[in-house]
């Protein structure tokens, strides 16, 4: 379990750091697998020989770094880690995301259709008439869990020839990508926070009224005519997002 004699006490690396350098190791090894219990403070003072200040700085640093939770009354359990989504400031596939984190993609397509689109959407497109529209709904995984549904219209007459692919095994985008018409270069995304409701229950393994993230997307060609829109819903306790901001000087 803990490799209690590994503080070494010569170095000038903090004691803190140290022990929370040994606590992920032991995470990562599998001793302390998702929602255990991990030693009390009390328990880890005296294991190690530190002062509880010291655990508590260690404990600390990884609850908020999502290693760790806290149960109030019960102890500090060790959490599922969040996926990092980047997609808010790069365009790529969701396989390329969940594989650069270590866990393994996969999909389930729920529905591929041809439908009319509905007025709300319609709008996104800058339309008024009804029209033709292709439908694709996906659940997406990361190591089996389901993380995100995503919701998808493109324009039935200039994409008509994503109908014959595999969405299970394809990227929309890099299917999309096939024709110089229809590649997204560029999208606009808007992310808003939302409480889960009964569809999530269902597709997300989540509680109803539990934090979802929800984006919705409009993918443009290169002609900066509208392809793709799309409204996803991220699992609040599994994913977050992050942005790098460029500070002019």
């Not at 866990?103 to 259709?113: D, I, M, N, Y």
Request: proline fraction near 4%.
């Amino acid at each position: 379990m803990l490799e209690v004699g590994k503080l070494d006490r010569t170095t000038p690396i903090p004691l803190y750091y140290q022990l929370k350098q040994i606590l992920l190791d032991a995470i990562g090894r599998g001793d302390y697998p998702v929602d255990s219990m991990i030693p009390t403070e009390k328990e880890l003072s005296e294991m190690f020989q530190i002062s509880r200040t010291t655990v508590r700085q260690a404990i600390t640093e990884m609850v908020q770094e999502g290693w760790l939770y806290r149960i109030a009354s019960k102890g500090t359990f060790v959490a599922r880690l969040k996926i990092k989504q980047d997609f808010i400031k790069k365009l790529e596939t969701f396989n390329e995301q969940i594989l650069r984190t270590g866990c393994r993609p996969s999909t389930e397509v729920l529905k591929l259709e041809v439908v009319e689109m509905p007025l709300p959407v319609r709008e996104h497109f800058g339309l008024k008439e009804k029209g033709r529209y292709i439908y694709l709904y996906r659940r997406r995984f990361a190591d089996d869990d389901p993380i995100v549904t995503v919701e998808t219209w493109l324009p039935y007459e200039r994409c008509a020839f994503v109908m014959t692919h595999n969405f299970v095994e394809e990227s929309m985008y890099n299917v999309l990508a096939k024709n110089d018409a229809t590649r997204i270069c560029h999208v606009t995304r808007v992310l808003e926070a939302v409480a889960a409701n009964s569809r999530d229950v269902e597709t997300l393994n989540v509680r109803r009224g539990k934090p979802i993230q929800f984006s919705s997307t409009i993918g443009f060609n290169r002609a900066e005519e509208p392809i793709e829109y799309s409204l996803a819903r991220y699992r609040g306790d599994r994913n977050r997002f992050e942005v790098d901001l460029l500070i002019e000087t």
